[in-house]
Protein backbone atom coordinates (compact mmCIF):
# COMPACT_ATOMS: atom_id res chain seq x y z
CA UNK A 1 0.00 0.00 0.00
CA UNK A 2 1.63 3.17 -0.94
CA UNK A 3 1.67 5.25 2.21
CA UNK A 4 4.04 7.29 4.53
CA UNK A 5 3.13 6.50 7.30
CA UNK A 6 4.74 2.51 7.78
CA UNK A 7 5.14 2.53 11.39
CA UNK A 8 7.66 -0.12 13.27
CA UNK A 9 6.01 -0.35 16.95
CA UNK A 10 7.59 -2.33 19.80
CA UNK A 11 9.85 -4.75 17.83
CA UNK A 12 12.52 -4.36 15.02
CA UNK A 13 12.37 -2.17 12.00
CA UNK A 14 13.64 -3.76 8.81
CA UNK A 15 14.58 -1.94 6.30
CA UNK A 16 14.63 -4.22 3.38
CA UNK A 17 15.80 -3.65 0.03
CA UNK A 18 16.99 -5.56 -3.42
CA UNK A 19 20.14 -5.22 -5.32
CA UNK A 20 22.52 -2.12 -4.42
CA UNK A 21 21.25 -2.23 -0.98
CA UNK A 22 22.06 -3.18 3.14
CA UNK A 23 19.94 -4.73 5.98
CA UNK A 24 19.50 -2.29 8.88
CA UNK A 25 17.57 -3.82 12.20
CA UNK A 26 17.15 -2.75 15.24
CA UNK A 27 15.33 -3.65 18.60
CA UNK A 28 13.78 -0.85 20.51
CA UNK A 29 11.08 -0.67 23.23
CA UNK A 30 8.92 0.89 20.37
CA UNK A 31 9.99 2.88 17.04
CA UNK A 32 8.58 5.03 14.79
CA UNK A 33 9.49 5.61 10.71
CA UNK A 34 8.10 7.76 8.07
CA UNK A 35 9.37 5.44 5.48
CA UNK A 36 7.35 5.92 2.77
CA UNK A 37 7.35 3.36 -1.15
CA UNK A 38 10.71 2.93 -2.53
CA UNK A 39 11.04 3.53 -6.64
CA UNK A 40 13.56 1.97 -8.34
CA UNK A 41 14.75 3.82 -11.14
CA UNK A 42 16.34 2.04 -14.46
CA UNK A 43 19.86 3.55 -14.40
CA UNK A 44 22.83 1.38 -14.32
CA UNK A 45 25.83 2.38 -12.19
CA UNK A 46 28.10 2.30 -14.49
CA UNK A 47 26.27 5.44 -16.63
CA UNK A 48 24.87 7.28 -13.25
CA UNK A 49 26.56 10.26 -14.35
CA UNK A 50 25.41 10.64 -17.92
CA UNK A 51 22.13 9.18 -16.76
CA UNK A 52 21.01 11.75 -13.73
CA UNK A 53 20.49 14.77 -16.03
CA UNK A 54 17.75 13.53 -17.92
CA UNK A 55 15.61 11.85 -15.25
CA UNK A 56 16.19 14.83 -12.80
CA UNK A 57 16.23 18.23 -15.07
CA UNK A 58 15.57 21.18 -13.78
CA UNK A 59 12.88 21.68 -17.24
CA UNK A 60 11.44 18.30 -17.14
CA UNK A 61 8.08 19.90 -16.61
CA UNK A 62 5.18 19.10 -18.85
CA UNK A 63 3.86 22.23 -20.30
CA UNK A 64 0.39 21.92 -18.90
CA UNK A 65 1.95 21.90 -15.13
CA UNK A 66 3.50 24.91 -15.49
CA UNK A 67 0.34 26.57 -17.38
CA UNK A 68 -1.88 25.21 -14.41
CA UNK A 69 0.54 26.83 -11.98
CA UNK A 70 0.85 30.10 -13.87
CA UNK A 71 -3.08 30.42 -13.72
CA UNK A 72 -3.73 29.43 -10.55
CA UNK A 73 -0.74 32.49 -9.61
CA UNK A 74 -2.65 35.29 -11.47
CA UNK A 75 -5.18 36.08 -9.06
CA UNK A 76 -2.97 36.48 -6.09
CA UNK A 77 -5.77 35.79 -3.65
CA UNK A 78 -5.85 36.94 -0.22
CA UNK A 79 -7.99 34.77 1.99
CA UNK A 80 -11.65 35.64 2.85
CA UNK A 81 -14.52 34.10 4.32
CA UNK A 82 -17.29 33.60 2.35
CA UNK A 83 -19.64 30.73 0.65
CA UNK A 84 -19.91 27.64 -1.64
CA UNK A 85 -22.26 29.90 -4.16
CA UNK A 86 -19.87 32.54 -4.57
CA UNK A 87 -17.19 30.31 -6.16
CA UNK A 88 -19.56 28.18 -7.95
CA UNK A 89 -19.65 24.48 -5.66
CA UNK A 90 -22.33 22.15 -4.27
CA UNK A 91 -22.54 23.12 -0.52
CA UNK A 92 -24.34 19.52 -0.14
CA UNK A 93 -21.07 17.43 -0.72
CA UNK A 94 -19.17 20.17 1.59
CA UNK A 95 -21.70 19.11 4.49
CA UNK A 96 -20.98 15.85 3.78
CA UNK A 97 -17.61 16.40 4.75
CA UNK A 98 -19.18 16.77 8.71
CA UNK A 99 -19.87 13.05 8.09
CA UNK A 100 -17.11 11.82 6.80
CA UNK A 101 -15.14 13.25 9.85
CA UNK A 102 -17.43 12.30 12.12
CA UNK A 103 -17.28 8.15 10.83
CA UNK A 104 -13.46 8.38 11.73
CA UNK A 105 -14.16 9.42 15.09
CA UNK A 106 -16.53 6.89 16.09
CA UNK A 107 -14.15 4.17 14.64
CA UNK A 108 -11.46 5.91 16.92
CA UNK A 109 -9.31 6.63 14.29
CA UNK A 110 -8.45 9.67 15.78
CA UNK A 111 -10.48 11.77 18.67
CA UNK A 112 -10.57 15.21 16.98
CA UNK A 113 -9.73 17.25 13.63
CA UNK A 114 -10.29 20.49 12.31
CA UNK A 115 -11.22 20.79 8.15
CA UNK A 116 -10.73 23.38 6.21
CA UNK A 117 -11.18 23.94 2.11
CA UNK A 118 -10.37 26.65 0.01
CA UNK A 119 -11.60 27.60 -3.58
CA UNK A 120 -10.22 30.35 -5.16
CA UNK A 121 -9.26 32.56 -2.16
CA UNK A 122 -12.32 31.54 -0.66
CA UNK A 123 -12.46 29.79 2.60
CA UNK A 124 -15.62 27.69 2.29
CA UNK A 125 -15.70 25.61 5.18
CA UNK A 126 -13.95 25.91 8.47
CA UNK A 127 -15.14 23.26 10.90
CA UNK A 128 -13.82 21.71 14.07
CA UNK A 129 -14.97 18.08 15.38
CA UNK A 130 -14.19 16.17 18.95
CA UNK A 131 -11.45 16.84 21.04
CA UNK A 132 -8.12 17.71 21.16
CA UNK A 133 -7.51 16.10 24.66
CA UNK A 134 -9.67 12.87 25.61
CA UNK A 135 -7.24 10.95 27.02
CA UNK A 136 -4.49 10.31 30.05
CA UNK A 137 -3.02 7.85 28.78
CA UNK A 138 -3.31 5.02 26.68
CA UNK A 139 -6.47 3.32 27.42
CA UNK A 140 -7.78 5.90 30.56
CA UNK A 141 -10.38 8.66 29.30
CA UNK A 142 -10.51 11.99 31.23
CA UNK A 143 -13.22 12.83 32.50
CA UNK A 144 -15.88 15.23 30.68
CA UNK A 145 -15.05 17.87 32.43
CA UNK A 146 -11.05 17.94 31.72
CA UNK A 147 -11.00 16.77 28.08
CA UNK A 148 -10.82 19.96 25.86
CA UNK A 149 -12.95 20.30 23.00
CA UNK A 150 -10.95 20.82 19.34
CA UNK A 151 -11.68 24.55 18.40
CA UNK A 152 -10.65 25.83 14.16
CA UNK A 153 -7.80 27.30 15.65
CA UNK A 154 -6.53 24.65 17.55
CA UNK A 155 -2.73 24.09 17.51
CA UNK A 156 -1.57 20.90 15.60
CA UNK A 157 1.92 18.84 15.80
CA UNK A 158 2.69 18.71 11.97
CA UNK A 159 5.45 16.46 11.96
CA UNK A 160 6.63 15.86 8.47
CA UNK A 161 4.86 18.63 7.11
CA UNK A 162 7.55 20.80 8.34
CA UNK A 163 9.28 19.37 5.78
CA UNK A 164 7.42 21.54 3.24
CA UNK A 165 8.78 24.56 5.72
CA UNK A 166 12.44 23.47 5.31
CA UNK A 167 12.42 23.25 1.71
CA UNK A 168 10.82 26.23 1.43
CA UNK A 169 14.25 27.67 3.44
CA UNK A 170 16.47 25.55 1.01
CA UNK A 171 15.05 27.60 -2.23
CA UNK A 172 14.52 30.47 -0.73
CA UNK A 173 18.88 30.29 0.06
CA UNK A 174 18.92 29.01 -3.68
CA UNK A 175 17.44 31.95 -4.53
CA UNK A 176 20.19 34.21 -3.14
CA UNK A 177 22.74 32.14 -4.59
CA UNK A 178 24.07 30.59 -1.32
CA UNK A 179 22.85 26.51 -2.26
CA UNK A 180 22.78 24.61 -5.85
CA UNK A 181 20.10 22.19 -6.21
CA UNK A 182 23.40 19.70 -7.45
CA UNK A 183 25.95 20.67 -5.70
CA UNK A 184 27.70 17.77 -3.56
CA UNK A 185 26.00 18.31 0.18
CA UNK A 186 29.42 18.34 1.17
CA UNK A 187 30.31 20.91 0.08
CA UNK A 188 27.88 22.76 3.17
CA UNK A 189 28.52 20.07 5.34
CA UNK A 190 31.85 18.14 4.72
CA UNK A 191 31.10 15.84 7.30
CA UNK A 192 28.09 13.78 5.53
CA UNK A 193 29.49 10.28 4.43
CA UNK A 194 28.91 10.14 0.75
CA UNK A 195 29.98 12.97 -1.80
CA UNK A 196 27.84 11.72 -4.40
CA UNK A 197 24.36 12.40 -2.25
CA UNK A 198 23.67 16.42 -3.67
CA UNK A 199 20.94 19.08 -2.26
CA UNK A 200 18.38 18.12 -4.96
CA UNK A 201 18.84 14.11 -3.75
CA UNK A 202 17.38 15.17 -0.53
CA UNK A 203 15.07 17.16 -1.84
CA UNK A 204 13.61 14.85 -3.76
CA UNK A 205 14.10 11.75 -1.44
CA UNK A 206 16.20 9.85 -3.71
CA UNK A 207 19.68 10.36 -1.72
CA UNK A 208 19.90 7.15 -1.04
CA UNK A 209 19.77 7.64 2.97
CA UNK A 210 17.97 5.20 5.39
CA UNK A 211 13.99 5.93 6.02
CA UNK A 212 14.95 6.50 9.58
CA UNK A 213 17.46 6.00 11.99
CA UNK A 214 16.97 6.01 16.34
CA UNK A 215 19.12 9.32 17.11
CA UNK A 216 17.19 9.55 19.75
CA UNK A 217 19.14 6.84 21.43
CA UNK A 218 22.33 8.27 21.65
CA UNK A 219 23.85 10.38 24.44
CA UNK A 220 24.18 14.03 22.60
CA UNK A 221 22.91 15.90 20.17
CA UNK A 222 26.13 16.17 18.49
CA UNK A 223 26.21 12.11 18.72
CA UNK A 224 22.56 12.29 17.28
CA UNK A 225 23.88 14.66 14.06
CA UNK A 226 26.89 13.06 13.53
CA UNK A 227 25.42 9.43 13.17
CA UNK A 228 23.06 10.89 10.62
CA UNK A 229 25.91 12.07 8.93
CA UNK A 230 27.93 9.31 9.07
CA UNK A 231 25.15 7.24 7.87
CA UNK A 232 25.50 4.37 5.09
CA UNK A 233 23.29 4.71 1.90
CA UNK A 234 21.16 2.09 0.89
CA UNK A 235 20.97 2.98 -2.42
CA UNK A 236 23.04 4.64 -5.31
CA UNK A 237 21.62 8.44 -4.83
CA UNK A 238 20.11 8.88 -7.63
CA UNK A 239 18.67 5.91 -8.71
CA UNK A 240 16.02 4.95 -5.93
CA UNK A 241 13.10 7.21 -4.43
CA UNK A 242 12.84 6.54 -1.13
CA UNK A 243 11.13 8.91 1.68
CA UNK A 244 13.73 8.95 4.41
CA UNK A 245 13.49 11.88 7.49
CA UNK A 246 17.77 11.94 7.46
CA UNK A 247 17.22 13.78 4.21
CA UNK A 248 15.32 16.62 5.89
CA UNK A 249 17.17 16.22 8.92
CA UNK A 250 20.54 17.03 6.56
CA UNK A 251 18.87 19.52 4.61
CA UNK A 252 17.55 21.86 7.72
CA UNK A 253 21.49 21.44 8.73
CA UNK A 254 22.36 23.12 5.34
CA UNK A 255 19.92 25.59 5.88
CA UNK A 256 21.70 26.93 9.40
CA UNK A 257 25.10 26.11 8.15
CA UNK A 258 24.34 28.81 5.10
CA UNK A 259 22.34 31.34 6.85
CA UNK A 260 23.80 31.85 10.10
CA UNK A 261 20.54 31.26 11.88
CA UNK A 262 18.87 28.38 13.37
CA UNK A 263 16.05 26.77 11.86
CA UNK A 264 13.76 27.85 13.54
CA UNK A 265 14.75 31.49 14.07
CA UNK A 266 15.23 31.67 9.97
CA UNK A 267 11.87 30.13 9.11
CA UNK A 268 10.28 32.51 11.24
CA UNK A 269 12.09 35.16 10.03
CA UNK A 270 11.95 34.30 6.38
CA UNK A 271 8.42 32.54 6.10
CA UNK A 272 6.11 32.62 9.27
CA UNK A 273 6.60 35.86 10.33
CA UNK A 274 6.78 37.91 6.95
CA UNK A 275 3.55 35.94 5.86
CA UNK A 276 1.14 36.69 9.41
CA UNK A 277 1.29 32.90 10.21
CA UNK A 278 1.40 34.07 13.99
CA UNK A 279 0.16 30.80 15.41
CA UNK A 280 2.83 28.82 13.62
CA UNK A 281 6.31 27.86 15.51
CA UNK A 282 8.62 25.21 16.82
CA UNK A 283 8.47 24.50 20.67
CA UNK A 284 4.97 26.43 21.68
CA UNK A 285 4.79 27.97 24.87
CA UNK A 286 3.82 26.23 27.76
CA UNK A 287 1.41 29.24 27.73
CA UNK A 288 -0.86 28.09 25.13
CA UNK A 289 -0.94 24.54 26.13
CA UNK A 290 -4.78 24.21 26.10
CA UNK A 291 -4.63 25.32 22.56
CA UNK A 292 -2.64 22.38 21.43
CA UNK A 293 -3.92 18.74 20.45
CA UNK A 294 -2.68 16.16 22.51
CA UNK A 295 -0.32 12.99 20.86
CA UNK A 296 0.43 10.29 22.38
CA UNK A 297 2.53 8.95 26.01
CA UNK A 298 5.91 7.88 25.35
CA UNK A 299 7.29 6.08 28.68
CA UNK A 300 10.55 4.72 27.01
CA UNK A 301 11.50 8.31 27.00
CA UNK A 302 10.47 9.16 30.28
CA UNK A 303 7.72 11.47 28.78
CA UNK A 304 4.10 11.13 29.66
CA UNK A 305 1.35 12.28 27.74
CA UNK A 306 2.97 14.34 25.27
CA UNK A 307 0.51 17.37 25.07
CA UNK A 308 2.52 21.11 23.64
CA UNK A 309 6.02 19.26 22.74
CA UNK A 310 7.24 17.69 19.79
CA UNK A 311 5.57 14.13 19.08
CA UNK A 312 8.85 12.48 17.09
CA UNK A 313 11.13 10.97 18.88
CA UNK A 314 14.03 11.90 17.28
CA UNK A 315 13.05 15.78 16.48
CA UNK A 316 12.35 15.91 20.28
CA UNK A 317 15.90 14.64 20.73
CA UNK A 318 17.00 17.56 19.14
CA UNK A 319 15.60 20.19 21.42
CA UNK A 320 12.56 19.98 19.32
CA UNK A 321 13.64 21.59 15.60
CA UNK A 322 14.60 19.22 12.86
CA UNK A 323 14.01 19.40 9.42
CA UNK A 324 11.87 16.82 9.49
CA UNK A 325 9.43 17.53 12.04
CA UNK A 326 9.02 19.70 15.15
CA UNK A 327 6.62 22.43 13.42
CA UNK A 328 3.30 23.38 15.21
CA UNK A 329 0.95 24.93 13.00
CA UNK A 330 -3.14 25.66 12.33
CA UNK A 331 -5.75 25.42 9.43
CA UNK A 332 -5.89 28.68 9.12
CA UNK A 333 -1.96 29.00 8.46
CA UNK A 334 -1.59 26.14 6.61
CA UNK A 335 -4.25 27.95 4.07
CA UNK A 336 -1.96 30.81 4.03
CA UNK A 337 1.15 28.76 3.33
CA UNK A 338 -0.86 26.63 0.73
CA UNK A 339 -2.37 30.01 -0.52
CA UNK A 340 0.77 31.88 -1.33
CA UNK A 341 1.96 28.87 -3.35
CA UNK A 342 -1.69 28.93 -5.59
CA UNK A 343 -0.50 32.77 -6.20
CA UNK A 344 3.24 31.75 -7.49
CA UNK A 345 4.63 32.53 -3.80
CA UNK A 346 3.36 35.75 -2.65
CA UNK A 347 0.31 36.63 0.09
CA UNK A 348 -0.59 39.95 0.05
CA UNK A 349 2.40 41.97 -0.43
CA UNK A 350 4.77 39.50 0.98
CA UNK A 351 6.72 37.35 -1.45
CA UNK A 352 8.72 34.55 -0.17
CA UNK A 353 9.64 32.82 -3.34
CA UNK A 354 9.94 33.59 -7.04
CA UNK A 355 7.23 32.47 -9.42
CA UNK A 356 9.32 30.75 -11.30
CA UNK A 357 11.14 28.86 -8.08
CA UNK A 358 7.21 27.90 -7.23
CA UNK A 359 6.95 26.53 -10.37
CA UNK A 360 10.35 24.31 -10.42
CA UNK A 361 9.60 23.41 -6.51
CA UNK A 362 6.10 21.53 -7.67
CA UNK A 363 8.10 19.99 -11.10
CA UNK A 364 8.15 16.00 -10.88
CA UNK A 365 11.70 15.27 -10.67
CA UNK A 366 11.33 11.79 -11.24
CA UNK A 367 10.71 11.73 -15.38
CA UNK A 368 11.11 8.15 -15.89
CA UNK A 369 8.64 6.00 -16.48
CA UNK A 370 7.97 5.45 -12.66
CA UNK A 371 4.21 6.40 -11.49
CA UNK A 372 5.75 8.07 -8.60
CA UNK A 373 5.85 11.70 -9.23
CA UNK A 374 8.00 14.07 -6.12
CA UNK A 375 8.63 17.85 -6.30
CA UNK A 376 11.31 19.59 -4.70
CA UNK A 377 10.38 18.58 -1.08
CA UNK A 378 6.44 18.01 -2.30
CA UNK A 379 4.88 14.98 -3.15
CA UNK A 380 2.59 15.04 -6.38
CA UNK A 381 0.01 13.28 -7.79
CA UNK A 382 -0.66 10.68 -4.57
CA UNK A 383 -3.80 9.20 -4.72
CA UNK A 384 -3.62 7.58 -1.28
CA UNK A 385 -4.26 10.90 -0.12
CA UNK A 386 -5.02 12.85 -2.29
CA UNK A 387 -7.89 10.87 -3.76
CA UNK A 388 -9.95 12.27 -6.98
CA UNK A 389 -8.39 15.45 -6.75
CA UNK A 390 -4.65 14.08 -7.36
CA UNK A 391 -3.23 14.75 -10.52
CA UNK A 392 0.00 15.51 -12.45
CA UNK A 393 -0.74 19.00 -11.06
CA UNK A 394 -1.64 18.21 -7.55
CA UNK A 395 0.89 18.84 -4.70
CA UNK A 396 0.77 18.40 -1.20
CA UNK A 397 1.67 16.58 2.24
CA UNK A 398 1.13 14.58 5.27
CA UNK A 399 2.38 14.26 9.18
CA UNK A 400 2.43 11.01 10.86
CA UNK A 401 0.54 12.59 13.31
CA UNK A 402 -2.38 12.74 11.47
CA UNK A 403 -2.10 16.21 9.68
CA UNK A 404 -2.46 16.58 5.34
CA UNK A 405 -2.93 19.43 3.16
CA UNK A 406 -3.55 19.34 -0.61
CA UNK A 407 -3.30 22.24 -3.42
CA UNK A 408 -4.64 21.67 -6.61
CA UNK A 409 -4.24 24.77 -9.11
CA UNK A 410 -6.08 23.92 -11.53
CA UNK A 411 -9.40 23.90 -9.30
CA UNK A 412 -7.72 26.76 -7.34
CA UNK A 413 -8.56 24.68 -4.36
CA UNK A 414 -6.72 23.72 -0.89
CA UNK A 415 -7.91 21.28 1.28
CA UNK A 416 -6.44 21.11 4.60
CA UNK A 417 -7.13 18.11 7.43
CA UNK A 418 -5.73 18.08 11.04
CA UNK A 419 -6.02 15.45 13.31
CA UNK A 420 -4.23 13.70 16.34
CA UNK A 421 -4.69 10.54 15.48
CA UNK A 422 -1.80 9.18 17.52
CA UNK A 423 -3.72 10.66 20.83
CA UNK A 424 -4.15 8.06 22.73
CA UNK A 425 -1.51 5.86 20.90
CA UNK A 426 -0.28 5.31 17.02
CA UNK A 427 -1.29 2.14 17.01
CA UNK A 428 -4.88 3.08 15.38
CA UNK A 429 -3.86 2.59 11.86
CA UNK A 430 -4.19 4.57 8.61
CA UNK A 431 -6.73 7.75 8.85
CA UNK A 432 -5.87 7.72 4.73
CA UNK A 433 -9.58 6.47 3.63
CA UNK A 434 -10.98 9.69 5.56
CA UNK A 435 -8.43 11.97 3.80
CA UNK A 436 -9.18 10.59 0.27
CA UNK A 437 -13.28 10.60 1.73
CA UNK A 438 -12.28 14.30 2.81
CA UNK A 439 -10.64 15.64 -0.86
CA UNK A 440 -13.40 13.27 -2.74
CA UNK A 441 -15.91 15.60 -1.53
CA UNK A 442 -14.41 18.77 -2.11
CA UNK A 443 -13.84 17.70 -5.74
CA UNK A 444 -16.91 16.43 -6.28
CA UNK A 445 -18.65 20.25 -5.08
CA UNK A 446 -16.26 22.16 -7.74
CA UNK A 447 -16.61 19.39 -10.61
CA UNK A 448 -20.59 18.48 -10.30
CA UNK A 449 -21.32 22.51 -10.18
CA UNK A 450 -23.11 22.75 -13.43
CA UNK A 451 -21.31 26.40 -14.43
CA UNK A 452 -18.02 25.13 -14.02
CA UNK A 453 -17.45 22.01 -15.11
CA UNK A 454 -14.62 21.56 -12.31
CA UNK A 455 -12.45 24.29 -13.40
CA UNK A 456 -12.57 28.17 -12.63
CA UNK A 457 -14.83 29.75 -15.06
CA UNK A 458 -11.88 32.16 -15.66
CA UNK A 459 -9.74 29.64 -17.27
CA UNK A 460 -11.93 28.37 -19.74
CA UNK A 461 -12.22 31.41 -21.58
Known amino acids: ????????TLGKAVFCLLCMTLVVSFSLPQQLSHAEESVQLPIEREHLEDTIPSFFSSHATPPEWAEAWERAGKPKNTLSEGNAQKVQMLPTYLDEIDDVIQSGMEEDMYPGAVALVVKEGTIVKHE????????????????????????????????????????????QLLEKGLIELDEPVTSYIPELNDDSITV??????????????????????????QTVYEAETVNEPGTTYGYSDLNLIVLGKIVETVSGESLDEYIFNSIT?????NDTMFNPSSDIQSRIAATEPQPYLDRGMVWGSVHDENAFSLDGVAGHAGIFSTAKDIAILSQTILNGGKYEQTRIL?????????????????SLAQGLGWHLDRS???????????????????TSFVIDPEREAIVILLTNRVHPTRTAGSINPWRQEVVDKVVNAIDQHPNTNGRNSENEK
Open 1 to 8: MKEEEYMF
Open 128 to 171: AYGDALKYASTSELLPLEKRLATKKDTIYDMASITKIFTSIASL
Open 200 to 225: RHLLTHTSGLPPWLPIYTYETIEERI
Open 273 to 277: DPLGM
Open 354 to 370: KTDTVSEMLTNQITNES
Open 384 to 402: WFMGAMSSPVTAGHTGFTG
